[in-house]
């Protein structure tokens, strides 16, 4: 079982940076693959970034962050982060952490992943 907490949410320009964090609970952790989604007022909840793990530390992103966001994880503290640079208003969004039971990053489908944390609201102003 992982259970995970997410912050760092915010308000910020266009243009600028956050970082959000994900702490999780749980022995099996470092074996998970970890993911970032959100989910935007209206629309469907959609893949960000993931990361493997096991220390493969495999990542993958959705073409729309490519170049912009970083997803990294800390097992030591058990943490997952997704750092957000030059931020566009269409970024704005409910940002959602979750985890797979494999360590392998077997889809980006959301309701395929079995554990989720409440959620961040990211909002950017243009």
């Known amino acids: 079982q992982v259970q995970l907490v997410e912050s760092g949410g915010g308000l910020v320009q266009a243009g600028g940076s956050l970082r959000l964090s994900c702490a999780a609970s749980g022995r099996t952790f470092s074996h998970a693959a970890m993911g970032w989604f959100r989910q935007a007022p209206g629309k469907e909840r959609e893949f960000v970034a993931a990361i493997s793990g096991d220390g493969g530390g495999i990542t993958y992103y959705a073409d729309s962050v490519k170049g912009r966001f970083t997803i990294l994880r800390d097992n030591a503290k058990n943490t997952v982060s997704l750092q957000m640079n030059s931020l566009k208003p269409e970024d704005t969004a409910v940002y959602y952490c979750?985890?797979?039971?494999?360590?392998?990053?077997?889809?980006?489908?959301?309701?395929?992943?079995?554990?989720w944390g409440q959620g961040t609201q990211v909002t950017v102003s243009s």
């Open positions: 979750a985890a797979l039971r494999s360590s392998v990053v077997v889809t980006i489908t959301p309701n395929e992943w079995p554990y």
